[in-house]
């Protein structure tokens, strides 16, 4: 079983910044797509960024400039870095990777983290 745990998420004010990491532990054989996501009260959940196994990053439009994904494969961890953050921020964020998680076999799944909490300040 492959767990994803997120963290660094909290309170901060309007301009401020935050890092969040996510890092996966368990039985893991390989993982390529990994990223970030976030649902804010009353809407949908929503793509913030993702990274291949190649270091290809993607962003969303009103996290560009402002957002920055980044890889450890050695850690087995993701991170996105938050700068200038706005209340629209306000979410929580939650990890995902597709993981091939057995020996035996070279399918990958999909996981999620349980989510941690960002709330901006005005």
């Known amino acids: 079983q492959v767990q994803l745990l997120e963290s660094g998420g909290g309170l901060v004010q309007a301009g401020g910044s935050l890092r969040l990491s996510c890092a996966a532990s368990?039985?893991?054989?390989?993982?390529?797509?990994m990223g970030w996501y976030r649902q804010a009260p009353g809407k949908q959940r929503e793509l913030v960024a993702t990274?291949?196994?190649?270091?290809?990053?993607n962003y969303a439009d009103s996290v560009k400039g402002r957002f920055t994904i980044s890889r450890d494969n050695a850690k087995n961890t993701v991170y996105l870095q938050m700068n200038n953050l706005k209340p629209e921020d306000t979410a929580v964020y939650y990890c995902?990777?597709?993981?091939?998680?057995?020996?035996?076999?070279?399918?990958?799944?999909?996981?999620w983290g349980q989510g941690t909490l960002v709330t901006i300040s005005s």
């Open positions: 368990g039985s893991i054989y390989g993982l390529n797509r």
């Open positions: 990274i291949t196994s190649g270091d290809s990053t």
């Open positions: 995902n990777a597709a993981v091939r998680d057995s020996a035996w076999t070279t399918r990958y799944r999909e996981v």
